[in-house]
């Protein structure tokens, strides 16, 4: 298929742009009841995928529900454009591939060159967009815009007024390649598989602490041998015991110390890679014992650092044993793995989505198994923490590139150390045992490098003080679905500070202002900045501030700029209120007019991410919930249910959907598959099927326009109830309740119900039944018929036209409706006529429509069986059924023989001479005779006797010396002629006469000869208005005679002039139950 098949999309998108539709939907509703959406702001990449086209559906097709329900809906677009997807993608450009090079550059010159691509690729996004039939705000927002980034800033000023913000030296997740902090989220889904060490090593005893004569060493085992230089403490299970156990190690006799149940494993592992025996357990001792217990640290000698912090007096427990109830005494399995496996971050508890409780920490920390955990609390937030309680000092000797920066391997980068501090562990004599091992390690998510633990300055939230009041008042949003608002308040409960700092360049800057003594201002926007500096901005990019100074009216001393970006998670998190500018609006106002948002949608995986910015950043500036409905969208999937990818061509992105499929059809199957928080496994077959649809929707709004083309109505006026056929009655009823239907699945979210609804009430309901039933009325004027399906074309329109707009406007600007407006799209939404509905309910019209429809399917059903299509008309069909299924459906009987080609319904067999066939009962038998299998036997031998028996009216008789009572001891069941033919319904069985004499074939094959002909009329593009001259020559002398003979109702119905003798040019042949046919026509 190309893009011609849809040029009707492209036609309709001129005349809405031409005739500026949207700007006039937005002014018939101004002023009405409002209705607020932003859209989270997606990272402009330029291509639209299958997961963005899904997104970009469901949020229309609400925003356009809206507004035919008279909503002032203020639905404003928007674009992340910050952060290292944009740096990353312009690095690549400049080939500017370190940081280092990046600032020769000038980041002045950096910061233009992320403008100009943002400006680029948020056009082509936008084209797509327009093409998809997305209705939103033409004046998007960008996180980048000066007066977006100064409303952002007054987050920054109401957390510093509530004593959330503040400065500290803390562990992070840190990319050494872009040389900044990084959040959980933007690492959760970058783990790769690495291979790194896995080693035991010894830390001596403090001389005065050794016990025996023996050489005395604590064990630990670790993966990341790099940090080692780092080690200022080793801790401990407090009630654990611990054994001091004599080995003898290659020869020499030495005392470890580990946990004591962990003691054989340790002994067998090591026996790998040792001759290590096994001599005595010295001693045995609760962990606590060993607190404050002294070692010598391995690289004392190597690392300044360590040589001075030995020498510390002061802090007692450096280089000591501490007490941490989080060891355990877990094997096997890596830190990261382990994480990840349960879904748990591990960048920096401060920063982390999760709460990891104690006992799990336990099993994560002990590892391979000695109970002892090497402790380095600038490299690991448990260390952290630990080192915290015990004030131990925070040594980081990793600089923002990952390289040592003092010690033995100053200058090398830290995966680098591995493999060095391994041989000098082997040459120090401390390496017990070392093995690679690979497992799942987290990398930055654009530029793929491995993370690494450091401790650096950073600004932060203190989140602990503001949970409280988020999920209080997360208690009044409704998510859908439900559990997703549990999920929510689980992840906020166990969020720890914000790390909000990112020393980046692309961002919004942090607008805190320090001086050389520490103290700090916030400033809260453009207009106070300009007002303490004295100047003015155009843009507030990190390139416009540094260097930007004022004096600090108490200190007198000069502020500067602290050298931060903001997260990029803020940015988009400040959307309820910072998307607003261009309004003409100040911060209050923009809060009263537009915040809470009243619905935001986005993927599953925002609740991490935007969900969960949104309601940080909201509710510390105004203390209230950002949204009030919030809806989870499922991804798009691979058929397999696998994630799509290029490399394995397992899907398509969403430009070549909309190029081979439309927008139209796009929409409708991404809309309708299953329900919008369902992960959606896309199947490009299936999505080639929605063509089946919308070709019918064309066919029956040609067939329905025609009429209302051919007879349109003489005065406007209002439909005479009282004159309803059953069939009229019935169809506005299914309209109604389609329209009650509709509106209740699509406020619920549930788009899938919604649009099947009314696919499922045109094509069966209008189309299959009622325009069967009414074809008859169609041939003349008839009113109320006329306003019927004015008003089912209109409003099924209305409703459709949320998911499939283009051919909604296409079929609404070609149909002859009355009061039509300029565009469908300034239609009011249908409402629901309860009165009618009330009194088709109380006549129980709907109720018996059904059963009839029930009963025409089960003589379609039959049909068939004997192979006897609808055309071929029947003579007769008996309802067998009760009394009251009779006055039912006495009401619909011309209903049922018009959808089934009957010419008479009947409610018993009559004279119809029935056979019988008779099986035993066994439950008489058994009670008569106890053991039923004689009488069995004489009954199956003697079935025929027993049959004329009954016939003749007899009641019992004796056979093979058996006594049989026939109602007693038989089962009597009727065998119909073998042309009468038998289905069950709801309430009985209709019996179908199959028989066929000559009139009813006749009347058979003039329909087929007819639709043929009506077949070649539409073959050779023959318009319906148009006359034609008709010839049969060459067909069987059959359908020659039938022609003859029917010659005025043939020409009536396929609009012939003349049947004539010889032949035409446009001529088919086909071949009816063995019979020539020849249609010729001109």
Not at 226 to 254: C, D, H, R
Not at 1002 to 1011: D, F, K, N, T, V
């Amino acid at each position: 298929m190309t893009e011609e098949k849809f040029q009707y999309e492209v036609n309709i998108q001129k005349f809405w742009e031409e005739k500026d539709i949207f700007s006039k939907v937005l002014k018939q509703n101004e002023g009405l009841k409002p209705f607020n959406f932003i859209e989270g702001p997606p990272f402009p990449t330029g291509d639209a995928h299958l997961g963005h086209l899904r997104n970009w559906a469901i949020k229309d097709s609400f925003m356009r529900f809206k507004r035919f329900n008279g909503y002032d809906v203020y639905a404003r677009d928007g674009y992340d454009v910050h952060g290292l997807p944009v740096e990353n993608k312009v690095q690549k450009k400049l080939d500017l591939q370190t940081v280092d090079r990046l600032k020769e550059f000038g980041v002045n010159n950096f910061i233009k060159e992320c403008k100009t691509y943002v400006s680029d690729i948020i056009g082509d996004m936008r084209d797509v967009r327009a093409r998809y039939g997305m209705w939103m705000d033409r004046n998007h927002y960008q996180t980048s815009h000066p007066e977006y980034i100064s409303n952002s800033w007054r987050f920054f000023k109401k957390a510093n007024e509530q004593g959330l913000l503040y400065k500290d030296y803390k562990t992070v997740a840190w990319c050494p390649h872009d040389e900044t902090t990084l959040s959980d989220y933007e690492i959760k889904d970058s783990y790769t598989n690495l291979v790194d060490p896995s080693i035991y090593v010894k830390f001596p005893l403090a001389e005065e602490f050794v016990t025996t004569d023996y050489e005395e060493s604590f064990v630990i085992w670790t993966t990341t041998p790099w940090t080692l230089q780092s080690n200022m403490a080793i801790a401990i299970n407090p009630q654990f015991n611990y054994s001091k156990v004599l080995v003898e190690l290659n020869g020499n006799k030495e005392v470890l110390v580990i946990a004591t149940n962990l003691v054989e494993s340790f002994i067998g592992r090591m026996s790998k890679q040792n001759k290590i025996l096994l001599i005595e357990v010295l001693e045995t001792k609760t962990g606590i014992e060993y607190e404050g217990t002294k070692y010598n640290h391995i690289y004392l000698n190597e690392t300044p650092s360590q040589a001075e912090f030995a020498k510390d007096k002061e802090h007692k427990f450096i280089h000591a044993i501490i007490m941490a109830d989080y060891v355990t005494l877990g094997e096997g399995e890596d830190i990261f793995e382990k994480l990840e496996k349960k879904g748990y971050k591990h960048s920096n508890k401060s920063d982390s989505d999760d709460k990891v409780d104690k006992k799990e920490k336990a099993s994560l920390s002990a590892q391979d198994g000695t109970g002892l955990v090497h402790i380095a609390p600038a490299h690991g937030f448990d260390d952290y923490e630990a080192g915290k309680k015990y004030n131990l000092p925070i040594f980081c000797p990793i600089d923002s590139k990952g390289n040592m920066d003092e010690g033995k391997w100053e200058g090398k980068y830290f995966k680098e150390i591995n493999p060095l501090a391994i041989e000098f562990l082997k040459l120090s004599g401390k390496l017990l045992y070392t093995e690679d091992k690979e497992h799942r390690y987290p990398c930055c998510w654009r530029c793929k490098t491995p993370i690494v633990y450091r401790a650096a300055d950073q600004w932060w939230i203190k989140r602990s003080e503001v949970i409280p009041g988020l999920i209080k008042n997360n208690s009044n949003v409704k998510w859908t679905p439900k559990a997703a608002a549990t999920n929510f308040e689980n992840l906020m409960s166990g969020a720890g500070d914000w790390a909000i700092s990112r020393q980046r360049f692309w961002g919004i800057p942090i607008p805190i202002w320090e001086d050389e003594e520490g103290n700090f201002e916030v400033i809260e926007s453009k207009e106070e900045l300009e007002k303490v500096t004295g100047k003015t901005f155009d843009d507030l990019h990190i390139d416009d501030l540094d260097g930007v100074t004022f004096v600090n009216k108490k200190s007198g001393l000069v502020m500067s700029r602290v050298p931060f970006t903001a997260d990029v998670w803020f940015d988009s998190g400040c959307a309820s209120f910072a998307s607003h500018y261009g309004e003409g609006l100040n911060f209050e106002q923009i809060i009263d007019r537009f915040y809470p948002m009243s619905w935001i949608t986005e993927g599953e995986d925002q609740i991490r991410g935007w969900f969960s910015s949104l309601a940080n950043v909201g509710n510390v500036v105004t203390g209230k919930a950002p949204y009030n409905q919030v809806l989870f969208q499922g991804f798009v999937m691979a058929k397999d249910g696998v994630k799509m990818s290029k490399s394995l061509g397992n899907g398509i992105d969403g430009t070549t959907a909309i190029a081979r499929y439309g927008a139209d059809a796009s929409r409708y199957y991404l809309l309708t598959k299953v329900a919008p928080e369902t992960k959606l496994n896309f199947d490009e077959d299936e999505l080639k099927q929605t063509f089946g649809y919308f070709n019918t929707l064309d066919n029956i709004f040609k067939f329905a326009n025609s009429y209302l083309n051919e007879h349109e109505l003489r005065h406007t006026t209002a439909m005479d109830f009282t004159s309803l056929s059953s069939e009229d009655s019935w169809i506005l009823f299914r309209l109604n309740k389609t329209i009650k239907d509709f509106t209740e699945h699509i406020e619920n979210f549930k788009t899938n119900f919604a649009f099947k609804t009314v696919e499922e009430f045109l094509v069966n309901d209008f189309s299959k039944t009622y325009l069967k039933l009414v074809k008859e009325r169609c041939e003349s004027y008839d009113e109320n018929l006329l306003l019927i399906i004015n008003d089912i074309l209109k409003k099924s329109l209305v409703m459709l036209g949320c998911a499939a707009p283009f051919k909604s406007e296409e079929l609404y600007q070609s149909a002859n409706l009355i009061n039509k407006k300029e565009s469908l799209f300034l239609e009011s939404y249908p409402q629901v006529d309860k009165v009618l509905m009330d009194k088709v309910t109380a006549a129980e019209i709907d109720i018996n429509f059904d059963l009839a429809q029930d009963v025409v399917a089960a003589i379609l059903n039959s049909r068939e069986k004997v192979k006897i299509g609808v055309r071929w008309p029947l003579a007769k069909v008996d309802i067998l059924s009760s009394a009251d299924m009779k006055s039912k459906l006495s009401v619909f009987e011309k209903l049922i023989k018009k959808l089934t080609n009957i010419s008479k319904l009947g409610y018993d067999l009559g004279d119809v001479e029935m056979d019988y066939n008779v099986k035993p009962n066994f439950v008489g038998l058994k009670k008569s005779f106890g053991n039923p299998s004689p009488a069995i036997g004489a009954i199956n031998k003697n079935k025929s006797a027993i049959v004329d028996a009954i016939k003749a009216g007899e009641s019992g008789g004796i056979f093979e010396d058996i006594e049989l009572v026939y109602d007693e001891h038989l089962i009597k069941e009727n065998i119909l002629p073998k042309e009468l033919v038998s289905t069950e319904f709801t309430g009985g069985n209709i019996v179908l006469h199959s028989a066929q004499d000559d009139v009813l074939l006749e009347e058979g094959y003039l329909r087929e000869l007819m639709r043929r002909v009506q077949i070649c009329r539409k073959d050779f593009g023959y318009d319906k208005s148009q006359s034609i001259m008709l010839s049969f020559e060459g067909s069987d002398e059959y359908f020659i005679e039938l022609a003859t003979n029917w010659f005025s109702v043939i020409c009536k119905k396929v609009g012939a002039e003349e049947i004539v003798a010889g032949t035409y040019e446009n001529s088919q042949s086909f071949e009816i139950k063995g019979k020539k046919l020849i249609v010729s026509l001109k």
